[in-house]
T-cell receptor, first 117, second 115 residues
Framework: NAGVMQNPRHLVRRRGQEARLRCSPMKGHSHVYWYRQLPEEGLKFMVYLQKENIIDESGMPKERFSAEFPKEGPSILRIQQVVRGDSAAYFC???????????????FGPGTRLTVT | AQSVTQLDSHVSVSEGTPVLLRCNYSSSYSPSLFWYVQHPNKGLQLLLKYTSAATLVKGINGFEAEFKKSETSFHLTKPSAHMSDAAEYFCVVRSYYSGYSTLTFGKGTMLLVSP
């Protein structure tokens, strides 16, 4: 059973470009979480999605950031018009499909390291 | 709201000596607590978790942590450090909402192990 997959592992963008980060959850998992790790910081929760639904986006910046988890395919974190401050590691985690999701671990992917030049 | 405070940003030990990484939590209810480890440029690996069962929790690679409610602490220990333990360690608390939960991370403690 493959773990959580993220791609690309490293992404370099110039200021003003768009960044698209992909996350494929573990098989059988339909809950996806995105976290951001800024340099010298711990991970900060950004958004929690279930298939086709955003459940909690309280940690997402109000502008330029969006996330989706379509019925088919990976979850996408999209950052428009990137700025230098967006440079960070972005981690995706998944957990099983269950109403008691809060009792389950979150399994983390290897992360995407975004560098904005 | 739940939060965790990792008291040391860096801890240096010699190989073969004990490791102590300190974490205090703040929670309005009985918390679920975790320790994760992150090796350089790698993802996060769960070391151990506390979910209101035994207060002394054993994890992988010889690590353990003790939940102390009276001290609101969840310190991570290992009797004898190994060079491969050098990594960043995060104390994490689970925050519950209606029907789901999210994780709140501490700022991390970098463990340095010298020969």
């Amino acid at each position: 059973n493959a773990g959580v997959m993220q791609n690309p592992r490293h992404l370099v963008r110039r200021r003003g470009q768009e960044a698209r980060l992909r996350c494929s959850p573990m098989k059988g998992h339909s809950h996806v979480y995105w976290y951001r790790q800024l340099p010298e910081e711990g991970l900060k929760f950004m958004v929690y999605l279930q298939k086709e639904n955003i459940i909690d986006e309280s940690g997402m910046p109000k502008e330029r950031f969006s996330a989706e988890f379509p019925k088919e395919g990976p979850s996408i974190l999209r950052i428009q018009q990137v700025v230098r401050g967006d440079s960070a590691a972005y981690f995706c985690a998944s957990s099983p499909e269950d109403r008691l999701t809060q009792l389950y671990e979150q399994y983390f992917g290897p992360g995407t390291r975004l560098t904005v030049t | 709201a739940q939060s965790v405070t990792q008291l040391d940003s860096h801890v240096s030990v010699s190989e073969g000596t004990p490791v102590l990484l300190r974490c205090n939590y703040s929670s309005s209810y009985s918390p679920s607590l975790f320790w994760y480890v992150q090796h350089p440029n790698k993802g996060l690996q769960l070391l151990l978790k506390y979910t209101s069962a035994a207060t002394l929790v054993k994890g992988i690679n010889g690590f353990e942590a003790e939940f102390k409610k009276s001290e609101t602490s969840f310190h991570l220990t290992k009797p004898s450090a190994h060079m491969s333990d050098a990594a960043e360690y995060f104390c994490v608390v689970r925050s519950y909402y209606s029907g789901y939960s999210t994780l709140t991370f501490g700022k991390g403690t970098m463990l340095l192990v010298s020969p």
